[in-house]
DNA sequence: ATTATATATTCCAATTATGGCATATATAGT
DNA sequence: ACTATATATGCCATAATTGGAATATATAAT
């Protein structure tokens, strides 16, 4: 069905239209981190960080993996790069215009 | 500051983050198109196209150019290529996982 | 078994998004 | 000036998102 592949479209982009999660993103760039990294690299509530990671593990963006006390998340796309490669040209051409 | 930076890029996300405003991006894939085309295009309310247009406008995806009474839409980026076959890859290696 | 620690879930108030409807504005033609 | 047409704006009810605080769950260590 052609609506349901734009609504699924929508929801990759609706895990990525958030700050903090896209903070997330940058930070598991640098390799797979636990929640407690992320929470304390970022400043934000350890519950407001666990549901970030959800919401992006729900659209397919990263992938968890448990050991022992732990969950460690990480990028689960190869081409996330070229993708905010794109969005810095976007980003760079508004402030031209 | 780094954190503009990332509100400006989830602004750039969340005005991707829609079905409907999708469906204009790939629309406008094929050229430039006026508001009634897309209008007519689209099985939507005209107010609610011109406001998804704004909302794409205003994120620097799309730009406008007036003649007589028709605005005409356009791709603002040249790399929106490449942005989607990552997403299609994102939802290929979904799909399979 | 008890305790400590890491992560997830629930609940909530405040804000923001959605999409329809009515209306306003702007331009073109007569 | 008047009318028609294209687009934009404002208003509104409903729904979704945000992020904090409290709590629950799960595992490890003693």
Same sequence: chains 1, 2.
Avoid at 44 to 63: D, M, T, V
């Amino acid at each position: 069905m052609k609506s349901n592949l734009y609504e699924k479209k929508a929801q990759i982009f609706k895990a990525l239209s958030n700050p903090v999660r896209l903070e997330i993103i940058d930070f598991l760039a640098n390799g797979e981190k636990c929640v407690c990294e992320i929470v304390e690299k970022l400043n934000y509530e350890q519950p407001h960080i666990s549901k970030s990671l959800i919401k992006l593990k729900e659209a397919g963006l990263i992938k968890d993996r448990k050991d022992g006390l732990n969950v460690y998340y990480s990028l689960k796309i190869c081409c996330m790069g070229d993708f905010f490669n794109c969005l810095n040209k976007i980003l760079e051409s508004d402030l031209k215009s």
